[in-house]
């Protein structure tokens, strides 16, 4: 019998740190109510036949951290065409561009939430205007030349270490659960 309890005991307790793990995943998922973006020009899947500058509005103003907020133009030939730095106004990001040879271009940009983390996006448009830049490979941004790969893959909202950290920390509780409910009944057998 006291086997038995320990056993129930035994379960009981994993139950419980299966529930902590999941409420805690709840609760990250939760947090994650960053500031977002509410309109752009151009708009995602606009055609412009002109553009010199890149306008984002956010949904509250951004932090103004030195180098956190990145806004870039890769076009169809993947140069850079911004040409300058993002700038913020409040909630606004602007950024001087110079477009190239019509066809497909995106907008790249990361921004840092008023709650201080991260947010990111893309915004694919079209041009059908004249080129009236050449382009460049690198940023003329100083800030945005190191960081312009890591803005694209982060607006798909990939799974992030702390995500991943969490999930496998909760299939080690629930094996442990298991080992010990295995090792009871064992030693529930042998009595
Ligand atoms: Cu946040």
């Given at each position: 019998?006291?086997?038995?309890?320990?056993?129930?005991?035994?379960?009981?307790?994993?139950?419980?740190?299966?529930?902590?793990?999941?409420?805690?995943?709840?609760?990250?998922?939760?947090?994650?109510?960053?500031?977002?973006?509410?309109?752009?020009?151009?708009?995602?899947?606009?055609?412009?036949?002109?553009?010199?500058?890149?306008?984002?509005?956010?949904?509250?103003?951004l932090l103004?951290a030195?180098?956190g907020?990145?806004?870039?133009?890769?076009?169809?030939?993947?140069?850079?065409?911004?040409?300058?730095?993002?700038?913020?106004?409040?909630?606004?990001?602007?950024?001087?561009?110079?477009?190239?040879?019509?066809?497909?271009?995106?907008?790249?940009?990361?921004a840092v939430?008023?709650?201080?983390?991260?947010?990111?996006?893309?915004?694919?448009?079209?041009?059908?205007?004249?080129?009236?830049?050449?382009?460049?490979?690198?940023?003329?941004?100083?800030?945005?030349?190191?960081?312009?790969?890591?803005?694209?893959?982060?607006?798909?909202?990939?799974?992030?270490?702390?995500?991943?950290?969490?999930?496998?920390?909760?299939?080690?509780?629930?094996?442990?659960?298991?080992?010990?409910?295995?090792?009871?009944?064992?030693?529930?057998?042998?009595?």
């Amino acid at each position: 019998m006291a086997s038995r309890t320990l056993l129930r005991r035994a379960l009981a307790g994993a139950v419980v740190v299966a529930a902590a793990m999941t409420a805690a995943l709840g609760g990250a998922t939760a947090a994650s109510a960053h500031d977002s973006l509410v309109s752009s020009s151009p708009a995602e899947g606009d055609s412009v036949s002109s553009l010199s500058e890149v306008r984002l509005d956010f949904s509250a103003n951004l932090l103004g951290a030195d180098g956190g907020n990145i806004v870039i133009v890769v076009g169809p030939d993947g140069r850079h065409y911004e040409s300058g730095c993002a700038e913020l106004a409040g909630p606004t990001l602007t950024l001087p561009v110079a477009l190239g040879a019509p066809g497909d271009y995106s907008v790249e940009w990361r921004a840092v939430s008023s709650d201080g983390h991260p947010v990111s996006g893309v915004i694919p448009f079209t041009s059908t205007g004249e080129s009236v830049s050449a382009g460049a490979e690198t940023s003329p941004c100083a800030s945005a030349a190191g960081v312009a790969e890591e803005t694209a893959p982060e607006a798909t909202g990939g799974m992030s270490g702390v995500t991943l950290g969490l999930l496998l920390g909760g299939g080690v509780v629930v094996l442990v659960g298991v080992l010990i409910v295995v090792i009871l009944r064992t030693r529930t057998r042998e009595d």
